[in-house]
């Protein structure tokens, strides 16, 4: 659990470097896109059968899976933002 939360952390901080910009909350909010990402890789790694059952995501494709969620992220709160501002 310890070592899920520290590769965690270093994936979503390395998934905001790749894409800068305004982002939520300090470490703990990075930890959980890391770990969020690679449960996203895992899912469709899963699917297109790159990984069996039980096997966790490789670096890359959680890094991958971090950096989908923050662009989607960003898109629905972009939108919000957006919206709010108008009405």
Known sequence: MI???IVGLVVGAIAKMLM???DPGGFIITML???AGAFIAHLIGSS??????GEPAG???SVVGAVILLGVYRAVVGRNRH???HT
């Open 20 to 22: 800068p910009g305004k």
């Open 59 to 61: 670096f890359i494709a």
């Open 83 to 85: 919206i709010t501002h």
């Open 33 to 35: 896109l890391g770990v």
């Open 48 to 53: 297109m059968g790159w990984y069996r059952e």
């Open 3 to 5: 070592w899920t939360l």
